[in-house]
């Protein structure tokens, strides 16, 4: 009984499952314990015993290979140092294979080792404690941003400061590449002139908010007219004005509309923008592809009173439709500029144009197809007509345009003539003649006028110096005769020297591209970094086959407001410095921008510009 009871009172805890089964295969676990240490210190004797061997056979390899020294010619010098790199190589490839092995078999037993280091090695202190310098040994407060020393310690602010610029010396601190759409952006940029230095402005920062966030924005409000346009240009540029953004730029009591992109518009859209702003006067809309009948109807119903009429690919008005308008709308009109009409504006409806809009001050009309001789004689009647802009796809006489500018050429600001292929140097005399207030000529796409009549019209010439010139593509096109015929047929050397010395005072903007006949002697008279074009910002060059570094030097030194200088197919271009907030354009193996500071300050010699 007593046996029993005592049995009975015996307090014993749960037992689990695992403390059975080892308590059943006679396992336990202070021998698990012994073994652990046993192989591991086995592990540790064997390792190291295998590397003094192999330690002592290379090091007595080599001093039996010293001794020998003496005697050994050059061919057993050769083979003893390569045989001294083999057995090097050999004894470090067996401490990294006795390594890894290590970890394979005993991977716990190491992790468990390097836990147990870690446990007793000094952590880093944390931001906002103190700690000693690692170099001068001074006392400092710990921050997020304290730099880290050779050894592994922290440094000091000071420290800090000369371990950077130590870095910077030797050539350590490489400048890290920007991100691929920035770079596509900046480069975007310096193809439209646009250089940035530093960071955005805040209006610049606040209007890219508002772009990026256009279908959340329910209205403008107060914001001036200069940034509405910068705002429309941004929104055409992503391609987002819709029947649903359109209304935050159509305010009521608005006078003035320019989007530059509105294929995505409707006919009932254009309808509505004069609904909601019935006094609009200047009108300015870019691939305007639904701007139909309806719309001028809609115009003419409310007496619209539009004075300045700007359209891009209005194909689908009727040429009936056009008379119309001209007839009841034109005599308010004082500009108007058409795109690319080439079903509606034939010969007939321009004559209503000139007729029923006699108050007219600034024409362009570019690729109209139905127009021709006709139309182009038409406009000696605009007696008030002060910019004149034409690009016709029909062939047109010499004759009948030269007779034009005779007649109306004393009132001409503007003169732009496109691709007026059979304009002769006849056309050059009427201008030198009649336009005494030009600011402004354009004539390209033509070989029949010669750098005989460029000279002409440049010499003498009792109209003020121009501010925008442009000459591109005036050679010969001869392929049978590439270098042209004795008589330079287009823009040459004298022609390019008396242009510049005529209008170079003035000048801001200079376009010569594919004008192959100016030689490199003239672009070295004209840009010889002694005389100066104060005004000229932006010039194309392409395709002047005798521009080289030197010039392109030149031209830096010569006008010190340049910001943007296009040079495709200039082959003998290369290495050429580029000053401060310059946009050197098709030049791929030019320098980046040299940024310099305080004043303009260049040097024409270093640069390339080695004739001085």
Same mark, same amino acid.
């Given at each position: 009984?007593s046996?029993?009871r005592?049995?009975n009172?015996r307090i !014993?805890g749960?037992?689990s499952?695992?403390t059975?089964?080892?308590?059943s295969n006679?396992i336990s676990?202070?021998?698990?314990?012994?073994d652990? $240490?046993r192989r591991?210190r086995?592990?540790?004797?064997?390792s190291?015993?295998?590397?003094?061997a192999n330690n +002592?056979i290379a090091e007595? $390899?080599?001093?039996?290979e010293?001794?020998?020294d003496?005697?050994e010619?050059v061919l057993?010098?050769?083979?003893r140092?390569r045989a $001294?790199?083999?057995?090097r190589?050999?004894?470090k490839?067996s401490?990294?294979v *006795?390594k890894?092995?290590?970890?394979?078999?005993?991977g716990s037993?190491?992790?468990d080792s390097d836990?147990?280091l870690?446990m007793?090695?000094k952590?880093?202190?944390?931001p906002?404690q103190?700690e000693?310098?690692?170099?001068c040994?001074k006392?400092?407060?710990?921050?997020p941003?304290?730099k880290?020393?050779?050894?592994?310690?922290?440094?000091?602010?000071?420290?800090?400061?000369?371990q950077?610029?130590?870095? @910077?010396? %030797?050539g350590k601190v490489k *400048?890290q590449?920007a991100?691929r759409e920035?770079r596509r952006?900046?480069e975007s940029n310096?193809?439209?002139?646009i250089i940035?230095?530093?960071a955005?402005?805040?209006?610049?920062?606040?209007i890219?908010t508002i772009?990026?966030n256009?279908?959340?924005?329910e209205e403008?409000g107060?914001l001036?007219?200069?940034l509405?346009k910068?705002?429309s240009?941004?929104f055409?540029k992503?391609?987002?004005i819709?029947?649903? =953004?359109?209304d935050l730029f159509?305010?009521?009591?608005?006078? &003035?509309l320019?989007?530059?992109?509105?294929a995505k518009l $409707? +006919?009932?859209?254009?309808?509505?923008i004069f !609904?909601?702003?019935?006094q609009?006067q200047?009108l300015?809309?870019?691939?305007?592809?639904?701007?139909?009948d309806e719309v001028?109807d809609?115009?003419?119903e409310?007496d619209?009173?539009?004075?300045?009429?700007?359209?891009?690919?209005?194909n689908?008005?009727?040429?009936?439709?056009w008379i119309?308008f001209?007839t009841?709308?034109?005599?308010?009109?004082?500009?108007l500029?058409l795109?690319?009409?080439?079903y509606?504006?034939?010969n007939e409806?321009?004559m209503?144009?000139?007729?029923?809009?006699?108050n007219l001050?600034?024409l362009k009309?570019?690729k109209c197809?139905?127009l021709?001789d006709?139309?182009?004689?038409?406009?000696q009647?605009?007696? @008030?007509?002060?910019?004149?802009?034409l690009l016709?796809?029909?062939? =047109? /006489?010499?004759?009948c345009i030269t007779?034009t500018? &005779?007649a109306?050429?004393s009132?001409l600001?503007?003169?732009s003539?496109e691709?007026?292929?059979?304009?002769?140097? +006849?056309?050059?005399e009427?201008?030198?003649?009649?336009? /005494?207030?030009?600011?402004k000529?354009?004539l =390209?796409d033509?070989?029949?006028?010669t750098?005989?009549?460029?000279?002409?019209l440049f010499?003498d010439?009792?109209?003020?110096p121009l501010t925008?010139?442009?000459?591109s593509?005036?050679?010969?096109?001869d392929?049978?005769?590439? %270098?042209g015929?004795e008589?330079v047929v287009?823009l040459g050397?004298a022609g390019f020297?008396?242009?510049?010395?005529?209008s170079?005072?003035?000048?801001? +903007?200079?376009?010569i591209p594919?004008?192959?006949?100016?030689?490199?002697?003239?672009?070295?008279?004209?840009f010889?970094g002694?005389k100066?074009?104060?005004?000229?910002?932006?010039?194309?060059?392409?395709?002047?086959?005798? =521009?080289?570094t030197?010039i392109?030097?030149?031209i830096?030194k010569s006008?010190?407001q340049?910001t943007?200088?296009?040079a495709f197919?200039c082959f003998s271009?290369s290495?050429?410095?580029?000053? *401060?907030g310059?946009?050197?354009?098709?030049?791929?193996?030019a320098?980046?921008?040299?940024?310099?500071e305080?004043?303009?300050d260049f040097?024409?010699?270093?640069?390339?510009?080695?004739?001085?």
């Open positions: 009984m046996g029993r005592t049995s009172n !014993s749960p037992r499952a695992l059975d089964f080892l308590a006679n676990a202070a021998q698990i314990s012994a652990y $240490e591991r086995e592990a540790l004797q064997r190291e015993e295998e590397a003094a +002592t007595e $390899e080599i001093k039996e010293e001794d020998d003496q005697e010619t057993q010098k050769k083979k140092k $001294e790199e083999k057995a190589a050999k004894i490839e401490k990294n *006795k890894q092995k290590k970890a394979k078999k005993g037993d190491d992790d836990v147990s870690d007793y090695k952590s880093k202190p944390l906002g103190l000693n310098c690692e170099v040994d006392r400092f407060t710990v921050t941003y304290s880290t020393g050779p050894e592994g310690g922290l440094l000091c602010v000071k420290c800090s400061k000369e950077e610029q130590q870095k @910077k010396k %030797d *400048k590449a991100p920035k952006k900046t310096k193809m439209d002139g940035h230095e530093g955005p402005s805040l209006q610049d920062f606040c890219k772009a990026d256009a279908h959340d924005i403008f107060e001036p007219s200069n509405i910068q705002l240009e941004i055409s992503r391609r987002i819709t029947s649903r =953004t359109l159509i305010p009521a009591g608005l006078t &003035t320019d989007l530059t992109d509105c $409707e +006919t009932e859209d254009f309808i509505k !609904s909601y702003s019935p609009i200047t300015n809309l870019r691939n305007a592809g639904q701007f139909k001028i809609y115009i003419i409310r619209v009173p539009i004075k300045h009429l700007k359209l891009h690919s209005p689908l008005i009727s040429n009936g439709k119309e001209f009841r709308c034109g005599h308010r009109l004082e500009s500029q795109y690319w009409l080439d509606s504006m034939d409806a321009f209503h144009l000139v007729r029923g809009c006699p001050k600034r009309m570019k197809f139905r021709g006709a139309a182009v004689g038409a406009i009647d605009l007696k @008030k007509l002060e910019h004149l802009s016709f796809n029909q062939p =047109t /006489s010499a004759s007779e500018v &005779t109306i050429g009132q600001l503007t003169l003539l691709s007026f292929q059979n304009a002769d140097d +006849t056309l050059l009427a201008i030198h003649t009649q336009c /005494s207030r030009l600011r000529i354009r =390209t033509n070989d029949c006028c750098d005989a009549g460029y000279t002409k010499t010439w009792s109209s003020c925008f010139i442009d000459f593509s005036n050679r010969s096109v392929y049978n005769n590439p %270098d015929e008589e287009g050397t020297d008396a242009l510049m010395a005529h170079g005072t003035h000048l801001e +903007t200079l376009m594919s004008c192959r006949h100016i030689e490199r002697e003239g672009l070295e008279h004209v010889d002694k100066h074009y104060p005004t000229l910002k932006t010039a194309d060059i392409s395709f002047v086959r005798k =521009t080289d030197p392109v030097a030149g830096f006008c010190p340049m943007k200088l296009t197919g271009i290495d050429v410095m580029v000053p *401060k310059v946009a050197l354009i098709g030049v791929p193996n320098q980046d921008s040299i940024i310099q305080g004043e303009y040097d024409v010699i270093s640069a390339g510009l080695g004739f001085l």
